[in-house]
């Protein structure tokens, strides 16, 4: 039961990253200065922001569910990382709505930028907070600090409280790769979603810069995570560093190393094809589709074959595992029952995707009706 | 121990400012996300514009409240976590179902649909779009329902067990979690107070554009499905809250205590109507609890039991453990200070546990579990240094109880009376005090969101200590983090949600004020 939630909480946070196209599209607003480009790319992502959000605070509420021990350290612990990101997104969910009324007493520009701070932060800092579960963390936990009359806490984090897994370059390399990731997707979607021939043309030219950024990254991060040692535990719970652990896990579920070729090759077919045709549009979809497959197979590596996911480098014995981090069996079938619902989510919202982005994204309808960002 | 306190005070700031936000702005999501699907509703039977009009005007206030409401309201779900750590793992199996479910079940719908609703008027046929805005107004009622049960079971905590060896709480049934009867009546009490407030909502926008004397038929017509779902949300209200009346005083008799100032209870208990707390009482002493007060006698036994001669216990009752049927018989009740030394033991059990499992006495483990699990409702008084500190703050309890009930039943008149004049204009057109109605009913809008938040207040503030009711105190549920942290996050949020209520108020007037100036009985685009 661990194991298939780990595998919904690697589905939650594979269409996470996924949907952070939206943050690397407005990350791509400091590139438009016409006003009529800037709305249709502004009202294209505010069609489908709330997707992104809705996701990440599902992700959260789905980890607290399942796994509480990691909302309990990680949250509780790396509080500047996490704050940053929250602050981030609160930024972002009124910017859009609000940007172009009337008596928005800050101005537009005002709403942009921080749709410009969410476009940045968010991906960088959700890329660091992911990667803290491949690269450890400053912590320790003892359950029985609950006993303690004078309040210590259970997860006891280092001073920095996150500070210091911003500033830690295998954290911030996998940041920024998401970073890039996210306007990589951005572009496809945009090319995709907007028929305008300017920002069709300058879309491809961001998509090849920055897929020209994201593959280096990719393939870089990558050997990182292969060349890093891991948390590995025994059957009786014991805990300890397994040098080349993740590559020995792709090695070990050689069904997770397949589809994440499967995937990248997918992402790089979608970035390629639409690179070289200039009327190909649908790239959005192998590369999205890829992305998917991609980082459920990172969090595979991650968190099964007896891998503690969140590494504590000051006592391994406090890494957190699928097994002692969970909620307890009966709760994680009851949320199973629930996850049967989740196709029928998906159905619905690809449906509702479908009817709205048939006929795509044009200046003439931004004029023609009273809601827009 | 002084670092302590400080850090548990600005959490707990942190949270409460967070929350008042958040809930500044979700009963009109609630409440407006009912009426502008019911406005839909007949602009598709009638297939009249003046009616698609009408919905448009308020579904546009509608979309700048939501946004505001989703950004304040992804900190309250990860503050669980980076404010309170212990909390999220001691109840993390219960509280955090759900919150995934909220995710699942509400939060997906909401977003899917709120984008049809906004932006599918020409992409999808009618019939879908309806089905859209109502999909988005019962999204919102689900993840109403789904946090209020998170709450309710932090107040009642229920369908759960302590595991000694994880040192937490786990669930054994997620149907006494989801329908226990503190989840039901919290979740009607706070959806149908949030129709209220829509319905007053409307109500005095209306009342403004009629004293501005602009666009009389919409309001007309506004003012017939807000009056109606205002009424139909206070009647449903009051009739919910005698619910809450006697789940809380069943379940959280300390709060009831504190909500009417009762420090010695009685039989056949009086109820305050209106009252002025004496500030310098405190449980033990002589002096008297009022300075001014007018009673309505056998009021409260009647409002907590639905018996009006049935023994209320008051706050010092309650500590000391005293309570008697209605024979006047003492009632076998635990003092705190024993609940306190029976908490402790429990701790110094949990500690032998841990000891027992190191030595892999399997014997031993299974009788101290089973004699943690016999008195765990005692476990949180063992963190108390003195019984006073199971009192919450009476004074604000009390006030805020009775703005409460008192603005409650204005709105009830007030709503009943923009009932009838929604469907006898004339009788306030032709009226001399028409003007002083229409200020009546901007000034009733205020009113409303002070009446929903003393609600939350009352709830809130009356269960302190507790985080979780009975078994975990605030002071022990926090992060491990300096004051100094939080009291930066706490200022950075004052100002950013500050700026943003700023921005919101600014918006939603300006958008009243510019279309309001428009002809509402006509389609724009």
């Known amino acids: 039961m661990q194991n298939y939630w780990w595998l919904i909480m690697s589905v939650l946070g594979a269409l996470l990253v996924f949907l952070l196209m939206v943050q690397g599209g407005q990350s791509m607003l400091i590139h438009y200065t016409k006003p009529d480009k800037r709305a249709l790319l502004i009202n294209s992502m505010g069609r489908k922001w709330e997707l992104t959000y809705t996701t990440l605070v599902t992700f959260g509420g789905a980890f607290f569910a399942s796994f509480p021990l990691f909302y309990s350290t990680s949250f509780g612990g790396a509080y500047w990382l996490w704050m940053l990101i929250?602050?981030?997104?609160?930024?972002?969910?009124?910017?859009?709505?609000?940007?172009?009324?009337?008596?928005?007493?800050?101005?537009?520009?005002?709403?942009?930028?921080?749709?410009?701070?969410?476009?940045?932060?968010?991906?960088?800092?959700?890329?660091?907070?992911?990667?803290t579960m491949f690269f450890g963390a400053e912590f320790t936990v003892t359950k029985s600090n609950i006993l303690n009359v004078q309040g210590s806490s259970i997860s006891q984090w280092g001073p920095k409280h996150g500070i210091e897994a911003i500033f830690c370059w295998r954290n911030l390399l996998f940041g920024v790769m998401v970073f890039f990731l996210a306007r990589t997707l951005a572009s496809l979607y945009f090319i995709n979603n907007i028929d305008d021939e300017e920002v069709n043309a300058s879309q491809r030219h961001l998509l090849l810069v920055n897929a020209g950024v994201f593959v280096p990254l990719f393939v870089a991060v990558v050997v990182v995570i292969?060349?890093?040692?891991?948390?590995?535990?025994?059957?009786?719970?014991?805990?300890?560093w397994v040098a080349y652990k993740y590559l020995h896990n792709f090695l070990?579920?050689?069904?997770?190393?397949?589809?994440?070729?499967?995937?990248?090759?997918?992402?790089?077919?979608?970035?390629?094809?639409?690179?070289?045709?200039?009327?190909?549009?649908?790239?959005?979809?192998?590369?999205?589709?890829?992305?998917?497959?991609?980082?459920?197979?990172?969090?595979?590596?991650?968190?099964?074959?007896?891998?503690?996911?969140?590494?504590?480098?000051?006592?391994?014995?406090?890494?957190?595992?699928?097994?002692?981090?969970?909620?307890?069996?009966?709760?994680?079938?009851?949320?199973?029952?629930?996850?049967?619902?989740?196709?029928?989510?998906?159905?619905?919202?690809?449906?509702?995707?479908?009817?709205?982005?048939?006929?795509?994204?044009?200046?003439?309808?931004?004029?023609?009706?009273?809601?827009?960002? | 121990m002084e670092e302590l306190i400080n850090v548990v005070d600005w959490s707990r700031a942190q949270f409460a400012l967070t929350a008042i936000y958040h809930w500044l702005f979700v009963p009109l999501t609630l409440g407006l996300g009912i009426i502008v699907a019911v406005m839909e509703t007949i602009y598709l039977k009638t297939k009249s514009e003046k009616w698609l009009a009408t919905t448009k005007f308020w579904m546009t206030i509608f979309g700048v409240n939501f946004a505001i409401g989703v950004a304040t309201g992804i900190i309250l779900e990860f503050e669980f976590g980076t404010n309170w750590s212990n909390y999220s793992w001691f109840v993390g199996d219960i509280f955090g179902a759900p919150l995934a479910v909220e995710g699942i079940l509400a939060f997906f719908m909401e977003s899917t649909f709120i984008a049809v609703m906004f932006f599918g008027w020409k992409k999808v046929s009618p019939k879908f779009h309806l089905a859209a805005t109502w999909l988005t107004a019962i999204g919102a009622s689900l993840s109403a329902l789904w946090i209020l049960v998170a709450n309710a079971w932090m107040q009642y905590p229920t369908g759960c067990e302590f595991n000694p060896a994880t040192m937490r709480n786990e669930m054994t049934s997620f149907a006494a979690v989801a329908l226990s009867p503190m989840a039901m009546s919290k979740f009607f009490h706070t959806v149908?107070?949030?129709?209220?407030?829509?319905?007053?909502?409307?109500?005095?926008?209306?009342?403004?554009?009629?004293?501005?004397?602009?666009?009389?038929?919409?309001?007309?017509?506004?003012?017939?499905?807000?009056?109606?779902?205002?009424?139909?949300?206070?009647?449903?209200?009051?009739?919910?809250?005698?619910?809450?009346?006697?789940?809380?005083?069943?379940?959280?008799?300390?709060?009831?205590?504190?909500?009417?100032?009762?420090?010695?209870?009685?039989?056949?208990?009086?109820?305050?109507?209106?009252?002025?707390?004496?500030?310098?009482?405190?449980?033990?002493?002589?002096?008297?609890?009022?300075?001014?007060?007018?009673?309505?006698?056998?009021?409260?036994?009647?409002?907590?039991?639905?018996?009006?001669?049935?023994?209320?216990?008051?706050?010092?009752?309650?500590?000391?453990?005293?309570?008697?049927?209605?024979?006047?018989?003492?009632?076998?009740?635990?003092?705190?200070?024993?609940?306190?030394?029976?908490?402790?033991?429990?701790?110094?059990?949990?500690?032998?546990?841990?000891?027992?499992?190191?030595?892999?006495?399997?014997?031993?483990?299974d009788s101290l579990k089973a004699a943690i699990n016999a008195d765990f409702k005692n476990f949180g008084y063992g963190y108390l240094d003195k019984p006073e500190e199971a009192v919450p703050n009476v004074a604000l309890t009390f006030y805020t109880f009775h703005f409460m009930v008192t603005v409650g039943g204005y709105l009830l008149a007030f709503l009943l009376l923009a009932l009838?004049?929604?469907?006898?204009?004339?009788?306030?057109?032709?009226?001399?005090?028409?003007?002083?109605?229409?200020?009546?009913?901007?000034?009733?809008?205020?009113?409303?969101?002070?009446?929903?938040?003393?609600?939350?207040?009352?709830?809130?503030?009356?269960?302190?200590?507790?985080?979780?009711?009975?078994?975990?105190?605030?002071?022990?549920?926090?992060?491990?983090?300096?004051?100094?942290?939080?009291?930066?996050?706490?200022?950075?949020?004052?100002?950013?949600?500050?700026?943003?209520l700023i921005a919101d108020i600014g918006i939603i007037c300006k958008q009243i004020s510019k279309k309001s100036q428009t002809d509402l009985d006509t389609v724009n685009d």
């Not at chain 2, 300075?291 to 309650?318: C, M, Q, R």
Request: net charge neutral; with cysteine.
């Open chain 1, 86 to 131: 929250l602050f981030s997104f609160v930024i972002q969910a009124i910017s859009y709505e609000y940007r172009s009324k009337p008596g928005n007493i800050y101005g537009s520009r005002f709403y942009d930028t921080l749709l410009l701070i969410n476009g940045i932060v968010g991906p960088v800092l959700l890329g660091v907070a992911v990667a």
């Open chain 2, 192 to 365: 149908l107070s949030a129709w209220t407030l829509g319905g007053a909502f409307v109500c005095g926008v209306c009342g403004w554009m009629l004293l501005k004397k602009r666009n009389y038929d919409h309001c007309q017509r506004s003012l017939k499905i807000g009056a109606w779902v205002g009424v139909i949300g206070i009647v449903l209200t009051m009739i919910t809250g005698d619910t809450s009346a006697i789940t809380v005083a069943k379940y959280q008799p300390m709060k009831l205590a504190a909500m009417e100032g009762l420090y010695k209870g009685d039989h056949g208990q009086s109820i305050v109507a209106f009252g002025i707390l004496n500030p310098g009482k405190q449980p033990f002493d002589d002096k008297d609890p009022y300075l001014f007060d007018i009673s309505i006698p056998y009021g409260l036994s009647f409002l907590a039991t639905h018996d009006y001669k049935a023994f209320v216990p008051g706050i010092e009752d309650i500590i000391n453990g005293v309570s008697y049927d209605n024979e006047g018989n003492p009632v076998n009740t635990v003092s705190y200070a024993e609940r306190m030394e029976r908490g402790r033991q429990l701790q110094e059990m949990l500690s032998q546990y841990g000891s027992a499992m190191n030595n892999g006495s399997a014997v031993a483990q």
């Open chain 1, 252 to 373: 070990s579920m050689w069904w997770a190393l397949v589809i994440l070729l499967i995937g990248v090759v997918m992402v790089l077919f979608g970035i390629g094809k639409t690179l070289m045709k200039g009327d190909y549009k649908q790239g959005i979809w192998p590369a999205g589709i890829g992305t998917v497959l991609v980082v459920m197979t990172l969090f595979w590596v991650v968190g099964y074959n007896n891998t503690a996911y969140l590494p504590s480098l000051l006592d391994v014995q406090s890494s957190l595992t699928l097994r002692n981090s969970s909620s307890s069996e009966f709760t994680l079938t009851v949320m199973s029952v629930v996850s049967i619902l989740v196709p029928f989510v998906l159905a619905y919202i690809a449906y509702c995707w479908y009817k709205m982005d048939r006929r795509k994204l044009t200046s003439d309808e931004l004029n023609n009706t009273d809601h827009k960002y």
């Open chain 2, 420 to 500: 009838l004049f929604a469907y006898k204009p004339k009788i306030v057109d032709n009226a001399k005090w028409k003007k002083w109605w229409y200020i009546l009913a901007i000034i009733t809008v205020p009113l409303t969101y002070l009446c929903s938040a003393s609600g939350w207040i009352v709830a809130e503030v009356g269960r302190q200590p507790w985080t979780i009711q009975d078994l975990m105190p605030n002071k022990v549920a926090i992060s491990d983090l300096s004051a100094g942290y939080v009291q930066v996050t706490f200022w950075i949020f004052a100002v950013v949600f500050t700026a943003l």
């Open chain 1, 226 to 240: 292969l060349t890093s040692a891991g948390v590995g535990y025994d059957d009786s719970g014991n805990a300890q």
